[in-house]
Every structure is written in structure tokens, then in C-alpha cells.
Nanobody, 123 residues
Framework: QVQLVESGGGLVQAGGSLGLSCVLS????????MGWFRQAPGKECEFVAA????????HYADAVKGRFTISRENAKNTLYLQMNSLKPEDTAVYYC????????????????WGQGTQVTISS
């Protein structure tokens, strides 16, 4: 049974930075493609970033490209999301996700999900 637990959310002022972590348990992280999604109040869940099992391949939503960096440390079974130059529109619950196949921009395509961590950006 794969379990994903996110941490690192909080309240930050616009322009600031925040780092999220996600620990996978139950299996070995290197077996999975990983990604981050987010959901703002009243909006649909949207893709943020994804990373291949090796960590070499990454892709980002246009809204976060150049500001966010996804990375992984397979030896620690941990996925990261470094968020810089944060904007109020980045406010959302951020979810860690995993799948044995490549993560797509469609949330319904991804099988394993964490419980989410709240990120709030004040203006």
C-alpha cells in the first residue's frame, strides 16, 4: 500500500519562498513517477509539476515555470517542490501524487495521492 504524506505548507508573503516535501512509504520511491497538483478554493485541481523516476525528466505548468522546482531524493523516498517568487494566486492545497506511469496534467490519470498541505500567500 503506497502512502504519501506532504509537509511544509504555511503562510508566506507574496514574493517569498516555501518548500514542500512528500514522503512515500509502503514502496520504493524510485519505482514511481511523481508529481504535484494543487486546488484553490472553488477551482478544479490543476497540475503543477512532474518528475520522472530517475529525476532527469521534469515538466511544469506554465503558471509556475521558472518559479517552482520539482526534485526527488530516491534514497530518502522523498519528493520536493521548491516554490519561489510566490504570488497570491499560488494559494491552494498542494497534493503530492504518484503513479507507475508518467504523470500527466489530468488529475484523474494519477492513482496515488497524499492528503494535501495548505499553502497561503498573502499580498
Amino acid at each position: 500500500q503506497v502512502q504519501l504524506v506532504e509537509s511544509g505548507g504555511g503562510l508566506v508573503q507574496a514574493g517569498g519562498s516555501l518548500g514542500l516535501s512528500c514522503v512515500l512509504s509502503g514502496r520504493t520511491l524510485k519505482s514511481y513517477f511523481m508529481g504535484w497538483f494543487r486546488q484553490a478554493p472553488g477551482k478544479e485541481c490543476e497540475f503543477v509539476a512532474a518528475i520522472s523516476w530517475s529525476g532527469i525528466g521534469t515538466h511544469y505548468a506554465d503558471a509556475v515555470k521558472g518559479r517552482f522546482t520539482i526534485s526527488r531524493e530516491n534514497a530518502k523516498n522523498t519528493l520536493y517542490l521548491q516554490m519561489n517568487s510566490l504570488k497570491p494566486e499560488d494559494t491552494a492545497v498542494y497534493y503530492c501524487a504518484a503513479d507507475e506511469k508518467m504523470i500527466t496534467a489530468t488529475p484523474e490519470d494519477t492513482y496515488y495521492w497524499g492528503q494535501g498541505t495548505q499553502v497561503t500567500i498573502s499580498s
